[in-house]
Structure formats: C-alpha cells, structure tokens
C-alpha cells in the first residue's frame, strides 16, 4: 500500500470542496474554466448565506442578552 503525501494547498481545496479534491487526486484535471461557472456561483452564494446566518445569531444572541439585562434591572429597582 502506498500513501500520496498530502499538501497544504490539497488541504483547502477540500475543505472547500470535497469532489473536486478527489477528481484531482484521481487524475481528472479539467482545462473548460466555464465548466466551474456554476459551481462557483453556487459555493459564493452559500457562503454570503452562511455569513448572513451567523451574523443574524449573533445578533439575536446579543438581543436575548440584552433582554435579560433589562429584565434583571427592571426587577431589582422594581423592589
């Protein structure tokens, strides 16, 4: 059994897409750029998706925080 090393360009590649790391690694290197169009298109989306996800938790962490705060303020100057 022989191991391939793997480097740190390989890496990022999978992360950022798992199929195309492995159809590199198994030989299939594709020279028609356009073919990527929609890959990417999509990869760009999901990732401005993601972005605005993990802003709008934060944001609702930050509410419920603050909700808290005032209740807990409210309460104590209530008494």
């Known amino acids: 059994m022989s191991y391939h090393a793997i480097q740190a360009s390989e890496i990022s590649e ?15 290197h ?14 760009r989306e999901h990732h401005q998706k993601v972005r605005k996800s993990n802003m709008l938790s934060k944001i609702a962490l930050l509410m419920l925080f ?7 303020f409210w309460l104590v100057w209530s008494l």
């Open 14 to 28: 999978y992360v950022y897409c798992r199929k195309s790391w492995q159809l590199n690694r198994d030989g299939h």
């Open 30 to 43: 594709s020279v028609d750029v356009s073919r990527y169009v929609p890959g990417t298109e999509y990869h």
């Open 66 to 72: 603050a909700a808290i705060g005032l209740a807990t």
